[in-house]
Structures are given as structure tokens and as C-alpha cells.
């Protein structure tokens, strides 16, 4: 049986009365896989989740962290500070937060290994640009995203990660990789896990696909061996899509 995750991922949406009213419709839907389930939420909406979801199952996550444990670091947000909360994920390295926030491969590294520690599941981005794909080199970029985000960890820490395979050019743009597209390099990053760090770490390790996943598309990347779930961008804020997207992985999880 496949177990997926299906994460939503709000970016810098919803105000706290939305996140309310949509946890609430969330909830009265009684999702029959809502402990695979989750909310990737702006930091100031995190506690108002972790409160409505309390004994439902559903997940919720931060969309970012700092690496360091506390200190100057003004409008950054530590690791204990989210632990405090009560989250099970946090992003790491959006191709958002690369792209518009300096994000680097180091920091993502340190990033990873600080939440690892806290006991709370990282949701890793890597993904590709147009630009590098049509150079023919999409798993050369992933390659080396991977091996850079993951330097220096453990097979007893990558087996506590997600990674999220999201191609840049289908975020937000309504162009999704195709279902081979996707599938293709899900099985490529799941290969180097599995060369990295053995065959058990790679079973471990859950491989999600993101870029304009939606209710219309979700079936047939869903299906893929290689993909075990979504995560999800503008689909996931509204509260029937994302519904409809977690029940239909519950749907191909039992076939
Ligand atoms: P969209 O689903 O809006 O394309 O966003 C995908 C994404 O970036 C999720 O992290």
C-alpha cells in the first residue's frame, strides 16, 4: 500500500481569519487520510492550525527556518520557536526562497540539519529551471542541488526527509511535467538516495511532486510508482481542491 503526503503549500496567503475558516472546512470534510495531510503555512497562521487540527490528524508545517538556534538575527525564526508550536514539517529550500531570498545550498544544508535534530520532518525543494531543461540537463542540477543539500548527513537523517521534486517552470505558471516528466526524475532522486545512503534510507524517504498540481492532473501523477504525493501551491488554497487532491490519493493508495 503507498503511503502519500499531501502538503499544501499557502506561500505568503491567507490572513489568520482565513486560515480559521479554512482549517474548519478542512476539518467538517473528515478526510479519511488526513494523518496524510498537511498545511504549510506563513509563520503568524502556525499556531491558529496547530489548534484547529488538534486531534484530526492533519499536519502542519512552516515554510522556512533559521539555521542558527537563537541570536541577532532580526525577523528570522528559530527551530525551537517552531518546535514550541507544534509543527511535524518545514520547507527548506523553495526554489522561491532561492530564487528572491539568497537562499543557498549551504544554508539549505544547515537548515536541514538543525530541524532533524528538533525532531521535525523537513520538506526539501530541488527543481530545475526552463532555461537548464531544455539545456538537457535537469538531472545534473537536481544531482547537485542533492549532493550539496544533503553534504555531510547521515543515512539515520536523510531517512527523515521529504524531498520535493518542483521543476520551476510549473510552479504557479499552470504548466505541469507531465506525468513521465515527473515520474522520470522522482525515480532519479530516489536512485541517489539510494546510491548516497543504501536501500533502506531510499524506501524511507518520501518524493513528492509540486508544480500546478491540481484536482484535474492529480490522478495521473499520483499513480506514478515514483511519486508519493504533492506538494501543493495555489490548488491548496482552496479548501474543495485540496480536498479533492487528498481524496483522490487515498482513492490510489488503496488500489
Ligand atoms: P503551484 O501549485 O501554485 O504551482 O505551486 C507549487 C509550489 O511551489 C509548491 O511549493
Known amino acids: 500500500m503507498k503511503e502519500f503526503l499531501i502538503a499544501g503549500n499557502w506561500k ?3 490572513t489568520k481569519a482565513e486560515a480559521r475558516a479554512f482549517a474548519e472546512e478542512l476539518k467538517a470534510m473528515n478526510l479519511p487520510n488526513a494523518s496524510s495531510v498537511a498545511i504549510m503555512a506563513p509563520f503568524t497562521q502556525l499556531d491558529t492550525l ?3 487540527f488538534k486531534g484530526t490528524g492533519i499536519k502542519v508545517g512552516a515554510q522556512n527556518v533559521h539555521y542558527e538556534k537563537e541570536g541577532a538575527y532580526t525577523g528570522e525564526i528559530s527551530v525551537d ?3 514550541e508550536i507544534g509543527v511535524d514539517y518545514c520547507v527548506v529550500g523553495h526554489s522561491e526562497r532561492r530564487q528572491y ?6 544554508t539549505v ?3 536541514l540539519k538543525v530541524l532533524i535534530d528538533a525532531g521535525i520532518t523537513p520538506i526539501l525543494c530541488v527543481g530545475e529551471t526552463l532555461e537548464q531543461r531544455n539545456q538537457g540537463m535537469p538531472q545534473i542540477v537536481i544531482g547537485n542541488q542533492l549532493t550539496h543539500d544533503l553534504a555531510g548527513l547521515t543515512e539515520d537523517e536523510v531517512r527523515h526527509l521529504v524531498i520535493a521534486y518542483e521543476p520551476i517552470w510549473a510552479i504557479g505558471t499552470g504548466v505541469t511535467a507531465t506525468p513521465e516528466q515527473a515520474a522520470d526524475m522522482c525515480g532519479f532522486i530516489s536512485g541517489m538516495i539510494e546510491g548516497l545512503f543504501g536501500e533502506v534510507c531510499m524506501s524511507r524517504v518520501k518524493i513528492l511532486y509540486g508544480g500546478s498540481m491540481k484536482p484535474e492532473n492529480a490522478e495521473e501523477l499520483l499513480s506514478q510508482p515514483s511519486i508519493n504525493g504533492g506538494l501543493i501551491g495555489g490548488a491548496s488554497l482552496k479548501v474543495d481542491k485540496f480536498a479533492e487532491i487528498a481524496i483522490e490519493a487515498d482513492r490510489l493508495s488503496k488500489l
Open 12 to 14: 505568503m496567503y491567507k
Open 50 to 52: 496547530v489548534e484547529a
Open 81 to 83: 520557536m517552531l518546535k
Open 101 to 106: 531570498f539568497g537562499e543557498t545550498d549551504e
Open 109 to 111: 544544508n544547515r537548515k
